[in-house]
């Protein structure tokens, strides 16, 4: 095993090295006008152990494989160049030769080989994260796939929430983990931020699992991988990862019930008298509907549409006013509010903070 | 080896009314004029589904981009995917086989010339019914609109609930369809194999073609089955209250999965298997050299048969299944690159030492040395579930089918095509106009298939219809469109050169290869009855021996 990986190290030398070179030069291709925006994922960048060991894995398979690509390649560039045929053998055949079970012996078993290095070498990644154990205390989440939005529920906290999860850091000697249950209430979906974990698909009627611990904070961003109807495309998903303090905050505010803003109160009469309530929950209010995102804490939500649009005054009104104009084939139905319904129902969503 | 056929002026009646030479078209139960058949309706699809193709590249060229609405680019990528496999892939080679079997086994006919011309107008059926969907999808409700729950139609989303109207029961009927043509052309390639070889063809100087084929042939009857069961169990759950796939009435969207993929899977070893007939025929002769190790090259075809039927929930690694079955599919995975390794090596060992010659048909083998090779490396990388789970329904994974379907399998037919047509039509295809067509679809290939794994590790999935800006995938997809029309420009040029070579070729004769099997014994374009005497044959070359009886290959088998 020691040999295995002195080995190892070395290809993963030589791997690192080609990537290094091969992701400067896609980092310069990929520059876009407005390049202030950290918001790139990538599958090399992980910072959670299950996309760390992935990504480990990755890059011995890549240093395997990109070795047999050298020898093979380097083989048949060989013979196309070496034996290409001239003019003056226009004549002659070349010698028949029909085999060789010693070639052939040794390019069947050098194969199988790699092969068992390689299953050995998966297989150890694959029992380390699916089988890891979830300690007592992890961050316990269900995510629940709709078409086309993420619902996330703390079923431990008592928090529902939608399509920005909120996650706790892991600091060095103090894990804490998150652990998912993925459900799904319609069609398949697949949970994917590169950064944390490999993506896991929402089935209907078939829990799965997933966990990660990402090692720094930040917000990373992640999409629908599986295509679950017209709006896959706009099913993203963001994931903040909170200090512990900030954390704390965040599950008490959203632990409280909705604001009672009496300011407001003509658009939440229009809220209620409206189908509105029948999809959507606002938390201490006749509203309980759950085929739509809780809008309890609206207002902590830096994305509204799945992440389609900023929460901003305007992109929320239009979102009101007619959801296709951002989501087109969103399962959300323009109500047809007059303009004063409409701003009377966006100045009570703005008080759900 | 008795006897090279003679050219029967009876083949060559000029200035038929032509409502007559399509009565004959239509009726025709001739395999040759059938194998056409089915390579002509492949390329009507091809272009189809190659317009799809751009669709949906001009829609990604850049983020948030209008070119076409959500719905349009979803029935695009639909349509594209389940064209390109069962319309265009399964009967182009179905045709090469149907035209070339008989021929390599001095055979005058397939064993079941009817069931022949029935399977093929199933297919063709088959693929008219999928662009009915367009007109008629939605019955008399609605406009139409085409299927638009992807080529898998993953449950539930293809259950009525999600998918109402008519259009994915079209495709359903399409795939029904068109399967029970690909099961009686299989039925029928094997029969012919089993009982019409000539005298002295044993099953081990079967031409590698054949025998290739003749795999294919037993693994289209076992992958083809499930699906069909599953198509009918899918119209039962739409159409008679069936539950199988229905996960709210406590259905499984899994057991879908593991339908429609224990098809897949083997599907795209029906699909490359037949193209790596084609280049166990072209690399000998353009190497001037027998096939290196024939032997292995069998045992590693049946090899790469009977693994690749363990490997379908490959696809499924993000499913959640547990860690041993994860496990278990990873290693079968992996196995199947080992008779595949083996095949490139032979291929290599054949031009080892040989006079390459770069003909057109070369040009395209090589070419698909080189893309199978990187296509069955990332494979290999897909294969270690964990990566997968990074890989899996991202742009990486479109990158790697399509070089395995388009660097791989459409390279071996473009190879196959100016290797036979001269066979098929009498008239050589053009050189020049070929190396135009290779060099700009080379160029075009790469562009596009490089550069699209590079998005799927930046974390773009696959099946949407557009992104969002600042994440890094414009200027990717761009370069991708540009290639994607260079493609299609060289497509261009390769329908020209089968126009206007059919008019203008040079005249190929019997023998324009040099070739060493039986097919090229015969005039270009064969009679209607093949061979004027049934040949005899005492080695896999029997050409070679005819041209060099000081030192034939009888001698060494």
């Known amino acids: 095993m020691s040999l295995l990986r002195m080995k190892s190290s070395t290809l993963r030398f030589f791997a690192q090295t080609i990537l290094l070179l091969f992701w400067s030069a896609v980092a310069g291709w990929t520059s876009e006008p407005n390049g202030s925006s950290s918001h790139g994922t990538n599958i090399f960048a992980p910072a959670s152990t299950p996309a760390k060991s992935i990504a480990d894995l990755s890059v011995f398979v890549l240093a395997v494989t990109g070795i047999i690509f050298v020898v093979v390649f380097a083989l048949l560039v060989y013979s196309v160049v070496k034996f290409r045929g001239r003019a003056i053998d226009a004549s002659r055949e070349p010698a028949q030769v029909y085999g060789s079970t010693q070639i052939e012996l040794a390019w069947t078993i050098i194969p199988i080989l790699i092969v068992v290095v390689l299953f050995l070498a998966t297989a150890r990644v694959i029992h380390a994260i699916q089988d890891a154990p979830e300690p007592t205390d992890a961050v316990q989440v269900t995510a629940i796939g709709h078409q086309y939005w993420w619902e996330f529920r703390y079923p431990k906290l008592g928090i529902v929430t939608a399509n920005e999860l909120h996650i706790p850091v892991t600091e060095p000697g103090h894990p804490t983990p998150t652990f998912l249950q993925l459900l799904s209430a319609d069609t398949d979906h697949s949970f994917w931020v590169p950064e944390l974990a490999g993506k896991t698909d929402l089935i209907p009627n078939h829990p799965n699992r997933m966990w990660m611990d990402p090692q720094h904070t930040g917000v990373f961003l992640g999409q629908c991988a599986q295509y679950c109807g017209t709006q896959h495309a706009k099913m993203l998903l963001r994931v903040s990862v909170d200090t512990r303090e900030d954390f704390a905050a965040w599950v008490r505010a959203q632990q409280r019930p909705a604001v009672q803003d009496a300011g407001a109160i003509a658009g939440r009469r229009v809220f209620e008298d409206n189908a509105c309530m029948n999809c959507h929950a606002v938390a201490g209010t006749p509203a309980d509907g759950r085929f739509g995102p809780d809008l309890t804490h609206l207002m902590s939500r830096a994305t509204i549409a799945a992440g389609a649009a900023t929460n901003t005054h305007n992109n929320l009104r239009l979102w009101i006013q007619d959801p296709s104009a951002i989501k087109p084939g969103s399962l959300m139905p323009a109500m047809k509010l007059s303009d004063a319904d409409l701003d009377a129902v966006v100045s009570y969503m703005e008080t759900l903070r | ?557």
């Not at chain 2, 995975?333 to 057109?360: C, E, H, L, S, Y």
């Not at chain 2, 990158?399 to 008239?427: C, D, E, N, Q």
């Open chain 2, 1 to 557: 080896m008795s006897s090279n056929a003679i050219t029967i002026p009876g083949n060559q009646i000029q200035s038929r009314p032509w409502v007559d030479e399509l009565h004959q078209w239509v009726t025709t139960v001739d395999h040759k004029r059938l194998g056409i058949l089915y390579i002509l309706s492949a390329l009507l699809f091809l272009t189809i589904g190659g317009v799809e193709a751009l669709v949906i590249r001009i829609q990604l060229m850049h983020s948030h981009n209008n070119f076409v609405s959500p719905e349009v680019f979803n029935s695009m990528f639909t349509m594209h995917g389940t064209t390109m496999i069962f319309f265009v892939a399964m009967p182009v080679l179905f045709g090469f086989a149907n035209y070339l079997v008989p021929l390599m086994i001095g055979a005058r006919d397939m064993a079941f010339p009817r069931l022949n011309a029935f399977s093929f107008w199933l297919s063709f059926l088959g693929g008219l019914l999928l662009y009915f969907s367009f007109l008629g999808g939605s019955g008399l409700y609605g406009a139409g609109s085409a299927p638009d729950v992807g080529w898998w139609s993953y449950a539930p989303l293809g259950a009525r609930a999600f998918s109402p109207g008519h259009s994915s029961d079209y495709w359903t009927l399409s795939l029904l369809v068109s399967g029970f043509g690909s099961i009686g052309t299989a039925i029928n390639i094997i029969a012919t194999i089993v009982s019409l070889r000539c005298p002295g063809m044993k099953i081990s100087r079967m031409p590698l073609l054949v025998w290739m084929n003749l795999v294919m042939a037993g693994m289209v009857l076992i992958a083809i089955t499930p699906l069909s069961a599953a198509q009918i169990m899918l119209l039962i759950d739409r159409y008679l209250g069936g539950h199988f796939f229905d996960t709210q009435a406590g259905g499984s969207a899994v057991l879908w999965m593991h339908f429609f993929w224990i098809f897949g899977h083997p599907e795209v070893y029906v699909l490359i298997i037949p193209c790596f007939a084609f280049m166990s025929e072209i690399i000998p002769v353009f190497s001037r050299k027998p096939i290196f190790g024939y032997p292995v090259m069998v045992a590693a075809t049946v090899c790469i048969a009977f693994v690749s039927m363990s490997v379908w929930a490959h696809h499924m690694f993000t499913i959640g299944m547990n860690s041993y079955a994860n496990s278990f599919f990873t290693l079968t995975t992996m196995a199947v690159g080992v008779p595949t390794g083996i095949k490139i090596f032979n291929w290599i060992g054949t031009m080892w030492g040989g006079r390459i010659q770069f003909k057109t048909p070369m040009l395209f083998s090589i070419g698909f040395l080189f893309q199978f090779l990187v296509a069955g490396l990332t494979g290999i990388m897909m294969a270690a579930s964990p990566f997968d789970w990074q890989l899996s329904l991202s742009y990486f994974v479109v990158a790697h089918f399509h070089y395995v379907i388009v660097g791989g399998i459409l390279f071996a037919l473009f190879a196959a095509f100016y290797y036979w047509y001269p066979k098929m039509t009498g008239r050589m295809l053009s050189e020049r106009l070929g190396k135009w067509h290779f060099w700009l679809f080379l160029i075009g290939f790469h562009l596009t298939f490089d550069v699209m794994h590079i998005p799927g590790v930046l974390g773009m999935p696959r099946r949407i219809y557009t992104y969002e800006p600042g994440r890094g995938w414009d200027t990717l997809n761009l370069i991708i469109s540009i290639g994607a029309f260079i493609q299609a420009i060289a497509i261009l040029v390769f329908v020209a050169n089968l126009i206007i070579s059919y008019f203008k070729g040079a005249k190929a004769g019997n023998d324009p290869w040099d070739a060493w099997t039986l097919e090229w014994s015969t005039s270009s374009p064969p009679p209607a009855y093949n061979f004027a005497t049934v040949p005899t044959v005492s080695s896999r070359r029997p050409l070679w021996d005819l041209k060099h009886p000081e030192d034939p290959d009888s001698r060494y088998e």
